[in-house]
């Protein structure tokens, strides 16, 4: 299916429509007003919008609310119709600050331990993408979407309805990577695990595990 978005000016048109007719209407009423020598107060002037943090810079600045360098959310006005959340759409939640750019420049190089399995190893991702890759859809979504909705006013991100998204995820099943391992080793039920980020100086990693 196409991804690109096919309805939003539409759904621009229609809204600035009904702001002209706003508008025209607000504009008669204060005509009458001076008529009547009634002095209008004057606008309040509208927030100015956060600009995109230089990492995500390449995004679709007229599609989202930018609510600190960390969290930036998909206006409901910028999903459309289509099925797919463009990249340049999607929203932006992070628990860390972003990894320099440096890190980005030999994504094959990264690398991964697996353990909990017969054969633990070290895999790097251009090595991960020979052994059989899988694409499916799937929602992506902050467990704090709709926060801002919360009458009780919660700490963090006040969150509308943008901080989810359905994205295409490519890569090799979890299922596939331990049987090339050998299987699961006996007595593990779960799996979880941590991230390569660098955590900033003086700060315990424990106290930032989500």
Known sequence: MDPVL???????????????????????????????????PAAAAAPQAKPLPAYAAWKDADSLIVHSANTIETRRSAYGDGVITPLRQLYVRNNLP????????????????????????????????????????????????????????PSGTLWQVGAAGCVMWSGIPVRLLAEQLGGVAD??????????????PGIDPATIMV
């Open 98 to 153: 972003p990894p320099d750019a440096s890190v980005l420049n030999d994504r094959d190089a990264w690398e991964v331990r697996i353990e909990g399995v017969k054969n633990p190893r070290t895999l790097r991702l251009g090595e991960l993408k020979t052994l059989g890759v899988a694409t499916l859809a799937t929602v992506l979504q902050c467990s704090g979407n709709g926060r801002g909705f919360f009458p009780h006013k």
């Open 187 to 200: 007595g593990l039920e779960y799996m979880t695990g941590t991230g390569g980020e660098m955590i900033p």
């Open 6 to 40: 096919r309805n939003p000016q539409r759904r621009r048109v229609l809204a600035g429509g009904a702001g002209a007719l706003a508008a025209a209407g607000l504009a008669a009423a204060g005509t009458a007003r001076a008529a009547e020598g009634a002095a209008a």
